[in-house]
């Protein structure tokens, strides 16, 4: 099993900047597609980026340019580094993790596939 803590949400005005930081722990040593998600009040959680176990890094469309996945493989810990946000970036922020096939990650986090292994979320506020 695989046990992801998120950190690094908070509040800013639009425009502004934020890092939030994923932390996993247990079965670290095995291959995963790593996700962020995030949900909006009243809206359905949407998956917006992915890093697939084969390096390749994905975001999706309403955070192109502005949002970037990343990894530290020593710290066991993911990120997504934020800029220029905008008050529609606002929502709780999740991070999860699945066993899936390299190359296939995002094609799972955009079809919904319900992954294994979730955090509890971080909070992002834009005003």
């Known amino acids: 099993d695989v046990q992801l803590v998120e950190s690094g949400g908070g509040s800013v005005q639009a425009g502004g900047s934020l890092r939030v930081s994923c932390a996993a722990s247990g079965s670290t040593h095995m291959r995963y597609c790593m996700a962020w998600f995030r949900q909006a009040p009243g809206k359905e959680r949407e998956g917006i980026a992915g890093?697939?176990?084969?390096?390749?890094?994905t975001v999706a469309d309403a955070v192109e340019g502005r949002f970037t996945i990343s990894q530290d493989k020593a710290k066991n810990t993911l990120y997504l580094e934020m800029n220029n946000l905008k008050p529609e970036d606002r929502g709780m922020y999740y991070c999860a993790t699945e066993r899936i096939s390299a190359g296939y990650c995002w094609m799972h986090i955009k079809e919904g596939t319900e992954f294994g292994f979730w955090g509890r979320g971080t909070q992002v506020t834009v005003s």
């Open positions: 890093l697939d176990i084969d390096g390749t890094s």
